[in-house]
């Protein structure tokens, strides 16, 4: 196992830390543990803004979505001078 070292802690984020642990009834550094793997896992590494979209809309079929009719452009404005 690894170790991980935290310097310049600010002291209520210290304390924040602490009073968490005591209601889940586990250390500090256990609490830390438990904090930084659920932030891993909100974002595994590799995937991006694409994947997430792709995963979002998989399964939607998109070829038997209904294609729009296209209308004619604007014609520009004109002034009279």
Do not use: W
């Not at 009834?25 to 930084?36: F, K, V």
């Amino acid at each position: 196992m690894s170790s991980l070292t935290i310097r310049n802690l600010d002291d209520q984020l210290k304390a924040l830390l602490r009073m968490q642990a005591a209601r889940h009834s586990c250390s500090m550094e256990q609490e830390a543990r438990d904090i930084l793997r659920r932030a891993m896992q909100v974002q595994p590494a590799g995937v991006g803004f694409a994947q997430k979209i792709q995963q979002r809309f998989t399964g939607l079929n998109a070829d038997e979505l209904p294609i729009p009719k296209r209308h004619a452009a604007r014609l520009p404005v004109t002034t009279k001078d």
